[in-house]
């Protein structure tokens, strides 16, 4: 399980999801961001994210999204 912040420093975490995906197309990723637009949603959705989460967010509804993506 992976929670991985959209904004990097070096590089977005767009680019560091694919190559996630590249070494373990199996790894549960959930995105985590101040903000989603619906087209940022279903670009991660296509990339193989497993769930997104937006910032700032309560440990319940992190709880909620991880229990989610691991089914």
Known sequence: MVI????????????????????????????????FGQAEIDQLQAAGASGWIEKPYRINKLEERIRKALG
């Open 4 to 35: 991985l912040d959209y904004l990097l420093p070096r590089r977005d975490g767009f680019q560091v999801l694919e190559q996630l995906r590249q070494f373990d197309p199996q790894a549960k990723v959930i995105m985590a961001s101040g903000f």
